[in-house]
């Protein structure tokens, strides 16, 4: 077949990046260009394109088809996205795909007229099928696993069998990831389609059982290994991620499978390091020490909760002791690890919590997934704990919008639990945005693993931060919600947020008895450089930041007080990571003057905002003192620029409604600006 371009694209969710390949895009370009197409993929999330990036990148060259994958928080940006293509005189098939599309098939297709199909299943060969109908203009509605509108309704076309022989599948193409792959060394890969579990929370089993076949299956080990082989020789990758859903699969077929890709890098001496995810009930001390021998050095465990009632909820066929020995185990054998827990539910108590809480302890805090603390069970269509809370009136969508938008909410039953909850919504916000950020930013004294993975200390250190911030806001709430209680677990909170960025990200000092060895925080000869350049600075910080809080106390009573002064914090916080960036960068280059002299323009410009503060708020003019943006999840303050101005005078005018002020905002919006706290671009 004549080549024809297909793209294959995954718009990134707002405020979330992940730098992990997209196997799923993988492998279909890669059966594509088997095929005779010219796949290539777009993957917006992981190289962080903003949304004008990601249209060029779709328009670039003329294409027949582009497909989407869709999952349940990039819905809406994907959608946007369709309909700019649209606006831009973009005429070719628009296809989705992924378990979120799988599921909203109907949904979406009456809703969105610019979307052509969705292609429901695995969807390797329907891809195919439709790239090939589309090129030459033959007729593509009745294409197995495809739904589309017909003659005024929708049609969900019946799925082919389940791909039965995974080696059948060429290795997934991952052109835009090998930089990537050359700097970090590290990749992914899937060893296995699918997981035999029975989790009531998740809908892997219904994605699989719309169409015939074995719902997990397995690559031959010499498969998976001639895969990770060339790896190694073509790009240099040094640690292999496996990312299958289930990677010990049950039984002695399963631990066969997982010894066998073990003895097999093990034969050919590739002298890798790999992390694998399993379930509790897959944990057993032999497999675990012979894959120990060939390079295993993390696993991930879905322990998901230590409460009989949630676990049989959660249908995960396990008991809270099998939890305890699969973390008992992994820890006695010394590999790292991670356990994921879901501890809220409808129906979740303050026992129940606090027993989730205990165990978490005896387990590790600093093991605890990222967003351990209060993670909701999400009820997402196909996974069948979304029909149990439909027929037990526990599905809750109090916006009217399309269920496809977002998971389907629910409200605890136990009001001491549901007032822990909104409070941590309310005030744990930036401490969030901090632990996304860490993962996020690409720190110049971090090397050597993907950002993801980077820095453990600090993950680590906000791990046990939070636990023991969200265990004070538990205790606060118990028995009864009271404000005095609260009122004081605010303070606490922002004092752990300045703990955490200037004792951690500046104070290296405090890191030195700590850090050690191969993966070290900070390189020894970078750290011993920075410390002469970083005299004071934390001092200065802390000191701002009281400053700041001071002046805006004068101005604001109650609420107000903890709002603005909590963007002022995060304001200065913000500046703290960026400095320390700037200046452990340049003191690795040797530039040490350099370094000081960034340490002084930025410390200047600070206290000179502050001052100006100070001055605005003297005169009455508060509203114009302070203002503030809200990007990337995550609020700080910013110099505004001419492309803001329409979210300055907004937020201006609400400003001037809370404090009571009388100069009109919106007059002179560049003397706002130059009243503005001065926390701009750090300088070169």
Same mark, same amino acid.
């Given at each position: 077949?004549?080549?024809?371009?297909?793209?294959?694209?995954?718009?990134?969710?707002?405020?979330?990046?992940?730098?992990?390949?997209?196997? #799923?895009?993988?492998?279909?370009?890669?059966?594509?260009?088997?095929?005779?197409?010219?796949?290539?993929?777009?993957?917006?999330?992981?190289?962080?394109?903003?949304?004008?990036?990601?249209?060029?990148?779709?328009?670039?060259?003329?294409?027949?088809?582009?497909?989407?994958?869709?999952?349940?928080?990039?819905?809406?940006?994907?959608? +946007?996205?369709?309909?700019?293509?649209?606006?831009?005189?973009?005429?070719?098939?628009?296809?989705?795909?992924?378990?979120?599309?799988?599921?909203? +098939?109907?949904?979406?297709? !009456?809703?969105?007229?610019?979307?052509?199909?969705?292609?429901?299943?695995?969807? $390797?060969?329907?891809?195919?099928?439709?790239?090939? =109908?589309?090129?030459?203009?033959?007729?593509?509605?009745?294409?197995?696993?495809?739904?589309?509108?017909?003659?005024?309704?929708?049609?969900?076309?019946?799925?082919?069998?389940?791909?039965?022989?995974?080696?059948?599948?060429?290795?997934?193409?991952?052109?835009?990831?090998?930089?990537?792959?050359?700097?970090?060394?590290?990749?992914?890969?899937?060893?296995?389609?699918?997981?035999?579990?029975?989790?009531?929370?998740?809908?892997?089993?219904?994605?699989?059982?719309?169409?015939?076949? &074995?719902?997990?299956?397995?690559?031959?080990?010499?498969?998976?290994?001639?895969?990770?082989?060339?790896?190694?020789? +073509?790009?240099?990758?040094?640690?292999?991620?496996?990312?299958?859903? /289930?990677?010990?699969?049950?039984?002695?077929?399963?631990?066969?499978?997982?010894?066998?890709?073990?003895?097999?890098?093990?034969?050919?001496?590739?002298?890798?390091?790999?992390?694998?995810?399993?379930?509790?009930?897959?944990?057993?001390?032999?497999?675990?020490? %012979?894959?120990?021998?060939?390079?295993?050095?993390?696993?991930?465990?879905?322990?998901?909760?230590?409460?009989?009632?949630?676990?049989?909820?959660?249908?995960?066929?396990?008991?809270? /002791?099998?939890?305890?020995?699969?973390?008992?185990?992994?820890?006695?054998?010394?590999?790292?690890?991670?356990?994921?827990?879901?501890?809220?539910?409808?129906?979740?108590?303050?026992?129940?919590?606090?027993?989730?809480?205990?165990?978490? $302890?005896?387990?590790?805090?600093?093991?605890?997934?990222?967003?351990?603390?209060?993670?909701?069970?999400?009820?997402?269509?196909?996974?069948?704990?979304?029909?149990?809370?439909?027929?037990?009136?526990?599905?809750?969508?109090?916006? #009217?919008?399309?269920?496809?938008?977002?998971?389907?909410?629910? /409200?605890?039953?136990?009001?001491?639990?549901?007032?822990?909850?909104?409070? *941590?919504? $309310?005030?744990?916000?930036?401490?969030?945005?901090?632990?996304?950020?860490?993962?996020?930013?690409?720190?110049? *004294?971090?090397?050597?693993?993907?950002?993801?993975?980077?820095?453990?200390?600090?993950?680590?250190?906000?791990?046990?931060?939070?636990?023991?911030?969200?265990? /004070?806001?538990?205790?606060?709430?118990?028995?009864?919600?009271?404000?005095?209680?609260?009122? %004081?677990? @605010?303070?606490?909170?922002?004092?752990?947020?300045?703990?955490?960025?200037?004792?951690?990200?500046?104070?290296?000092?405090? +890191?030195?008895?700590?850090?050690?060895?191969? @993966?070290?925080?900070?390189?020894?000869?970078?750290?011993?450089?920075?410390?002469?350049? *970083?005299?004071?600075?934390?001092?200065?910080?802390?000191?701002?930041?009281?400053?700041?809080?001071?002046?805006?106390?004068?101005?604001?009573?109650?609420?107000?007080? &903890?709002?603005?002064?909590?963007? !002022?914090?995060?304001?200065?916080?913000?500046?703290?990571?960026?400095?320390?960036?700037?200046?452990?960068?340049?003191?690795?280059?040797?530039?040490?003057?350099? =370094?000081? !002299?960034?340490?002084?323009? %930025?410390?200047?410009?600070?206290?000179?905002?502050?001052?100006?503060?100070?001055?605005?708020? !003297?005169?009455?003019?508060?509203?114009?003192?302070?203002?503030?943006?809200?990007?990337?999840?995550?609020?700080?303050?910013?110099?505004?620029?001419?492309?803001?101005?329409?979210?300055?005078?907004?937020?201006?005018?609400?400003?001037?409604?809370?404090?009571?002020?009388?100069?009109?905002?919106?007059?002179?919006? %560049?003397?706002?600006?130059?009243?503005?706290?001065?926390?701009?671009?750090?300088?070169?």
């Amino acid at each position: 077949m004549a080549s024809s371009c297909v793209i294959l694209a995954n718009v990134a969710a707002d405020g979330l990046v992940s730098k992990v390949e997209h196997l #799923g895009l993988g492998y279909l370009a890669a059966t594509l260009a088997r095929h005779g197409f010219a796949a290539r993929i777009v993957d917006a999330s992981f190289h962080r394109l903003r949304p004008r990036e990601t249209l060029e990148h779709l328009t670039v060259e003329a294409s027949d088809l582009i497909g989407f994958t869709v999952y349940y928080n990039n819905i809406r940006p994907t959608l +946007a996205m369709i309909r700019k293509l649209r606006l831009e005189g973009y005429r070719g098939h628009v296809t989705l795909g992924g378990h979120h599309a799988t599921f909203h +098939a109907e949904d979406i297709l !009456a809703r969105h007229r610019e979307i052509d199909s969705v292609v429901r299943g695995e969807g $390797e060969g329907a891809l195919c099928d439709l790239a090939a =109908a589309v090129a030459t203009g033959s007729e593509w509605r009745g294409i197995a696993n495809v739904a589309c509108r017909q003659a005024g309704a929708i049609v969900l076309n019946p799925c082919r069998p389940l791909i039965g022989d995974l080696d059948g599948l060429p290795f997934p193409a991952r052109d835009p990831y090998i930089e990537f792959l050359r700097e970090h060394g590290i990749a992914t890969v899937i060893s296995t389609r699918g997981c035999y579990g029975r989790c009531s929370f998740c809908s892997i089993r219904a994605f699989y059982r719309l169409a015939r076949g &074995r719902i997990w299956r397995t690559r031959s080990c010499s498969s998976v290994v001639d895969e990770i082989e060339g790896l190694v020789r +073509a790009h240099g990758v040094r640690r292999i991620n496996f990312v299958d859903d /289930e990677f010990i699969g049950p039984g002695a077929q399963g631990r066969a499978h997982a010894l066998g890709i073990g003895e097999e890098m093990r034969r050919r001496g590739l002298g890798l390091q790999f992390n694998i995810v399993c379930r509790p009930d897959s944990v057993d001390a032999s497999v675990l020490a %012979e894959l120990q021998r060939a390079g295993l050095f993390h696993v991930s465990l879905g322990i998901e909760s230590w409460v009989p009632r949630q676990l049989a909820l959660y249908g995960k066929g396990v008991t809270r /002791e099998q939890n305890l020995r699969a973390v008992e185990t992994v820890r006695r054998l010394g590999l790292d690890y991670l356990y994921f827990l879901i501890p809220a539910d409808p129906h979740l108590t303050i026992e129940e919590l606090n027993e989730n809480l205990d165990q978490i $302890e005896r387990a590790g805090i600093e093991h605890a997934a990222e967003g351990f603390t209060f993670s909701q069970v999400m009820a997402f269509r196909g996974a069948p704990l979304k029909a149990q809370f439909d027929a037990a009136g526990l599905s809750r969508r109090d916006s #009217g919008e399309p269920e496809y938008l977002g998971p389907v909410a629910f /409200e605890f039953q136990d009001v001491r639990v549901r007032e822990v909850y909104r409070r *941590w919504r $309310e005030l744990f916000g930036e401490f969030i945005a901090l632990r996304v950020s860490v993962g996020r930013s690409p720190r110049t *004294w971090l090397r050597g693993a993907p950002e993801e993975l980077l820095n453990r200390h600090w993950q680590r250190a906000l791990a046990v931060s939070g636990f023991r911030l969200f265990r /004070e806001l538990v205790r606060a709430c118990q028995p009864a919600p009271g404000a005095a209680a609260l009122d %004081e677990f @605010d303070r606490m909170l922002e004092d752990e947020l300045d703990r955490l960025v200037f004792g951690r990200a500046l104070a290296f000092d405090a +890191a030195v008895e700590s850090d050690r060895g191969e @993966d070290s925080f900070l390189p020894s000869e970078a750290r011993e450089a920075i410390r002469p350049v *970083w005299s004071g600075v934390v001092e200065a910080y802390r000191a701002l930041a009281d400053r700041t809080e001071t002046l805006l106390r004068s101005r604001l009573d109650g609420r107000g007080i &903890r709002l603005f002064a909590r963007r !002022a914090r995060c304001a200065l916080r913000d500046s703290a990571l960026r400095l320390c960036d700037r200046v452990v960068s340049l003191c690795q280059a040797r530039r040490f003057e350099c =370094a000081r !002299a960034a340490v002084r323009r %930025e410390l200047s410009a600070l206290r000179a905002g502050v001052a100006r503060i100070e001055k605005a708020a !003297a005169r009455g003019d508060f509203a114009n003192s302070v203002f503030f943006t809200t990007r990337m999840g995550r609020t700080r303050l910013v110099y505004p620029d001419p492309a803001v101005r329409r979210l300055i005078r907004r937020s201006l005018r609400t400003l001037a409604g809370a404090s009571g002020g009388s100069r009109a905002p919106h007059r002179n919006i %560049e003397q706002a600006n130059e009243n503005f706290l001065g926390i701009g671009p750090m300088p070169v």
